[in-house]
Each structure stands twice: as structure tokens, then as C-alpha cells.
């Protein structure tokens, strides 16, 4: 496992955690469905490449066979896509200097079984019903036991979970020690995440970073550890191909992709899917990673580690102000779980529910003029 390096230079007031610029996964996959009016379904397939900073031969050979494999249509998407009877298809990739950076299928699907199709392969049950007499449809989605990782895969993630839940729990005290402290001086919260945030923020919040005392360099230094061995489970080591909280994801998660739903009106009936912020519902991936964020404010509140991570998506800058006015909240140290209890709480969030569900009316004489995007020329 890579570990993450942590530079910590009192006399400059910088903190940074020197990992990787950019959080994301070296490959994401995500499968969006669509529902229609009239009951059929437009179902896409997004993959998105992201090449790693640092130079590392066994990930570079991994992503040019995934890439090799969707331009010549052997890779799992266009198999399962070429299995159904699509009333119209539409393919497009995105390049940048000749190198593929994502790809995309989008199908009509007519019939409730073409849809059932596009599962077949994964350990997820799929059922589509569509009752045109009461103008209803109904998707139901019942996970069986994850089928993608190899025996030694999930040795690796045992160690990882052994590992990390006890960097977590260290994690959650370096917190509550420097939000215990803040408490008591409110006024050097600002200088205080400034330093820990480092290079995350914007020009005007990086020149406003006053000096620190002593104590305040020390908690600094302890929380910026604890951030970066927390952090580990998002980099991919220089000798593998797949970062650990990769690695959990074919270990727990059944779906072959984040799979989301967009229904054509309001739910009338939901079970297991969650809400997303684009009016969608969605199933939460199942790794390391995803676990502690559903985890967010059970401990603290906010989170540093989390709000680091999503300030550093795609190069975006942290909201230093937006970070400050939310409520400071850690539970006391007598009550901060061990890392027994942190890891029991992080295995039940791995667990998929048990159905998927979702209710909803449709109209079956709908004439609408059809669109693969919502607002796109018919």
C-alpha cells in the first residue's frame, strides 16, 4: 500500500498532504436509466478514464487495456449492450491528444426484459414491470453476493480494513484534540485550517496564513498524519494497479456500476434507493471510501478528511469560508469509538440492502417527441 507522505514546515505555516492532486478513480463506471413516459427505458453507460500523475507501468498497462477494449468493443459494456434489442443505440467517445478519456452507450429499450438483459452477467437481479392498464411501472433490484474479486483481493482488503480502521480511529482523536482546543479559541479556527489545507485553497485564502503557536503546529502535525494514512486508501501503490479502495468495491459492491434512476415522475413508492442531488435516486457504491462518507457527522462534524477530498475534485478549489461556518462538532474522547467499533461500523455500511425498489406512474399512449437528453432537440 502506497503510503501517503506529509510535509509539515512550521516555519512556512504549511501543511500539505502530497498524495495525488486529484481523488478520483483511475477508472469509474457509471450506468444511468432513464425511464420514459411511456414505460421504455433509455439506458447509458459512461466510462471515465483518469490517468494517475505518477509514473506507475502495472496501472498505465491497465488503462490501456480498458481503453484498447472499448475501441474495439470487446470490453463488458458493449457485450452487454450488443445482448439486448435496442430501438435506437448511440455511441461517442472523448479523446484528448488521440488518448481516449471516456466512453459512452446509451439504448432504448422497449421491452421490460431487455432491460433485465443488461444485468445478466452481474450477481443482480433485475425485474421491469409495466402495467399499461393502471399506468404504473415498477423496478425491482435484489443484490446478491459480489462476484468480481479474486481470492488474493480479498485477503488484501481483510488487511486494508485491519489497517485503516485502526488509522481511522487515530484519525477521529487528532480531530477531537484540535476541535476540543478550538472550542476554547474560536478565533484561530481560520489560521488553524488555513495550515491544514494547504495548497487546497485559493490564492486569496493561501497569502492570508498567519503564523501558529507551538501547540497549534504540534495538534497541526498530528492531524495532517493521521489525514494522510487515512487517506492511503485512495492511492494506488507504485507496484499495483488498483488503489485498496478499488480493490473493496469488487470485493463488496455487486453493481457493475453506480447505478442511478431517472424517473419521468415523482416515486410513488421507494425502497433502498437514495436520493441524489440531481433529483435522481441512486444506489451508494459500496467501498472503503463510500462507507466512511456515509459515516459523516456520526463522530464529527465536519469532517476534514472528507471535505479535503471533495475540494480536490477535478482541481477545484476548498471553500475555506463555507468550511468555517458550519457548526464544529466532535463527540468527547471518552466516547470516540476504538478501532474495533470504527470497523464494525464500516463493514455494516458495506452491506447493499436487501431490495431496490421503485414505484411510479407512466403514461402508455405518450407521443412525446423522443430525446436521448431531457432538453435535446427531439
Given amino acids: 500500500m502506497l503510503r501517503a507522505k506529509t510535509l509539515f514546515l512550521g516555519s512556512t505555516g504549511l501543511l500539505a498532504l502530497s498524495l495525488t492532486s486529484c481523488f478520483d478513480s483511475p477508472v469509474r463506471e457509471d450506468l444511468r436509466l432513464r425511464f420514459l413516459p411511456n414505460g421504455a427505458v433509455v439506458a447509458t453507460s459512461t466510462v471515465r478514464i483518469h490517468d494517475p500523475e505518477q509514473s506507475n507501468p502495472v496501472l498505465a498497462r491497465r488503462l490501456a487495456e480498458t481503453r484498447q477494449a472499448i475501441l474495439e468493443g470487446s470490453d463488458p459494456w458493449s457485450a452487454r449492450f450488443s445482448a439486448v434489442k435496442a430501438g435506437a443505440e448511440r455511441s461517442s467517445w472523448e479523446k484528448r491528444l488521440g488518448v ?57 482488503t481483510a488487511r486494508t480494513l485491519d489497517s485503516w480502521t485502526e488509522a481511522l480511529a487515530g484519525y477521529l482523536r487528532s480531530v477531537q484534540d484540535l476541535y476540543a482546543y478550538l472550542d476554547e479559541r474560536p478565533d484561530r479556527a481560520r489560521p488553524c485550517f488555513a495550515h491544514l489545507f494547504g495548497k487546497r485553497l485559493s490564492e486569496k485564502d493561501a497569502r492570508s496564513l498567519a503564523k501558529l503557536a507551538p501547540e497549534e503546529e504540534r495538534r497541526l502535525e498530528a492531524l495532517d498524519d493521521a489525514m494522510g494514512r487515512v487517506l492511503e486508501v485512495l492511492a494506488v501503490p507504485d507496484d499495483g494497479a488498483y488503489s485498496p479502495d478499488e480493490v473493496s468495491r469488487l470485493v463488496y459492491d455487486p453493481f457493475p456500476a453506480r447505478l442511478s434512476l431517472k424517473l419521468p415522475a415523482a416515486a410513488l413508492q421507494v425502497e433502498g434507493f437514495q436520493p441524489d442531488p440531481e433529483g435522481a435516486l441512486a444506489v451508494r457504491p459500496f467501498s472503503l471510501w463510500e462507507a466512511l462518507r456515509s459515516l459523516q457527522g456520526r463522530w464529527i462534524s465536519p469532517d476534514p478528511v472528507l471535505a479535503y477530498v471533495d475540494g480536490s475534485r477535478e482541481g477545484s478549489e476548498l471553500d475555506l469560508d463555507a468550511f468555517l461556518r458550519q457548526t464544529r462538532r466532535a463527540a468527547p474522547e471518552k466516547l470516540l469509538p476504538s478501532a474495533r467499533e470504527v470497523r464494525a461500523e464500516i463493514e455494516n455500511r458495506l452491506r447493499p440492502e436487501p431490495l431496490y425498489r421503485a414505484a411510479w406512474r407512466i403514461t402508455p399512449g405518450d407521443e412525446t417527441p423522443f430525446r436521448w437528453e431531457e432538453g435535446e432537440a427531439p
Fill in 100 to 156: 481516449l478519456q471516456a466512453a459512452s452507450r446509451s439504448a432504448v429499450l422497449a421491452e421490460p426484459r431487455d432491460l433485465e438483459e443488461i444485468f445478466r452477467d452481474t450477481p443482480v437481479s433485475v425485474t421491469y414491470s409495466v402495467d399499461p392498464a393502471q399506468g404504473m411501472a415498477e423496478l425491482a433490484i435484489v443484490p446478491g453476493p459480489s462476484t468480481r474479486a479474486t481470492r488474493r483481493q480479498r485477503e488484501e
